[in-house]
């Protein structure tokens, strides 16, 4: 059963960074899931820089943008996981429902994160889920970034309240809100 660590905290807060480090401590094999599709040069660049930083470190990075579970069952036992991030995925979630001529509800996000969790418990090794912090801001003045806020923080209550740990990045620096009992 997989040891669950949920890094969460504000944009640009060293969540990413922080989970790397973590997961580099852990000895044997390692998968970074990315998350983020290519939109743009701009982040065409920041994903380069997050390849820089794990190369030569043993991760083999697998692209996916919507079926992370599927992933995990597929790749995920006996290897220290990193998931970066939950809210990308999140956004991917919504822009595909939409394509769909749908809308991506709380209860569907709650069904995923019941997926992710519980097919984590059924693998080996430790998985990172990194995921932004949304809902100490203001209330957005308008319906989809007020769902995509809904949705968010429905999938970071499901998520914490599964993880073993929940680790809070604030301005770089960790702290422990949930531990393993």
Known sequence: ????????????SGKSS????????????????ATCPVIDPEMDERIR???????????????ETIDLAGVIRRHGDGRTILVDCLTLWINNLIFE??????ALTEEDITEYCRDIAT????ISGAVFLVTNEVGMGI??????????RDIA??????MAATADRVILLVSGIPLHIKEKK
């Open 153 to 158: 923080g429905r999938c970071n209550q499901q």
């Open 1 to 12: 059963m997989a040891e669950i660590i949920l890094v969460t905290g504000g944009s640009r």
């Open 97 to 102: 429902r939409e394509k769909q001529g749908g």
């Open 49 to 63: 820089k997050h390849q820089e930083e794990r190369q030569g470190k043993g991760w083999e990075t697998i692209e």
């Open 139 to 148: 209330v957005p003045d308008n319906e989809t970034a007020r769902r995509f």
């Open 119 to 122: 097919t984590c418990r059924k």
């Open 18 to 33: 922080w989970a790397l480090a973590r997961a580099e401590e852990i000895p044997g094999p390692r998968l970074y899931l």
